[in-house]
Nanobody, 123 residues
């Protein structure tokens, strides 16, 4: 099964920047509807960071607005998250999520999650 693969996580000081990348283990041949970044901090629920749909419309959660930028690569199934002005509250595992629909039988929706990449912000 196709799986998103995240990279780019690491440790950074407060105020620093990181760029996360998401590719896929195989090329996705069905239709992608939405690509997104989520994050989950210890003891907290997974939350949406930002998403981008097939038209290029972007949505950011409040904490990401103005600091993070989501973008898609030239390859349709690649995704990036540029993070700036990071603070300790941004420490979490960041997950890539890709949702779409099959364009051939059997029809239906699909939903893929990566294994996540750790982002740690500390002095």
């Amino acid at each position: 099964q196709v799986q998103p693969v995240e990279s780019g996580g690491g440790s950074v000081q407060p105020g620093g920047s990181l760029k996360l990348s998401c590719g896929t283990s195989e090329k996705i041949t069905s239709q992608i509807l939405v690509m997104a970044w989520y994050r989950q901090a210890p003891g907290r629920l997974r939350e949406l960071v930002a998403n981008i749909n097939s038209r290029g419309d972007k949505h950011y959660s409040g904490f990401a607005e103005g600091r993070f930028t989501i973008s898609r690569g030239s390859a349709e199934d690649t995704l990036f998250l540029q993070m700036t002005r990071l603070n300790p509250e941004d420490t979490a595992v960041y997950y890539c999520n890709i949702r779409g629909v099959h364009t051939q039988p059997p029809y239906g929706t699909w939903d893929l999650w990566g294994q996540g990449t750790q982002v740690t912000v500390s002095a």
